[in-house]
């Protein structure tokens, strides 16, 4: 399995933009779907995003579509969460996952999990 590593998270306004990346090592990262999942303190981690290995499918959160974008760089090894118009409820400890089957990306089941980024949205 892939071993992942979030960066890019931070403090930000509202109304703010923030691009998060996960650099993947280990495994082949084009045979894996990836995703983003957030969780903000007291709740339950949430679905944010994922893309499919070769980035043809896409899927989002209702709460984030039209304002967050998930993208993968395979020559990289990276896929990246490109956020605008940050509200302060997006506020959560963001996670990269990955598995070969985009359902359990989505599931929240995937094998590999990074070990998060903070992102802080101030009012």
């Known amino acids: 399995q892939v071993q992942l590593v979030e960066s890019g998270g931070g403090l930000v306004q509202a109304g703010g933009s923030l691009r998060l990346s996960c650099a993947a090592s280990g495994d082949s990262f084009n045979r894996y779907c990836m995703g983003w999942f957030r969780q903000a303190p007291g709740r339950e981690r949430e679905f944010v995003a994922a893309?499919?290995?070769?980035?043809?499918?896409?899927d989002y959160a209702d709460y984030v579509k039209g304002r967050f974008t998930i993208s993968r760089d395979n020559a990289k090894n990276t896929v990246y969460l490109q956020m605008n118009s940050l509200k302060p409820e997006d506020t959560a400890v963001y996670y990269c996952?990955?598995?070969?089957?985009?359902?359990?990306?989505?599931?929240?089941?995937?094998?590999?999990w990074g070990q998060g980024t903070q992102v802080i949205v101030s009012s």
């Open positions: 893309v499919s290995w070769n980035g043809g499918v896409t």
């Open positions: 996952t990955g598995d070969p089957n985009l359902s359990n990306v989505v599931g929240g089941v995937a094998l590999s």
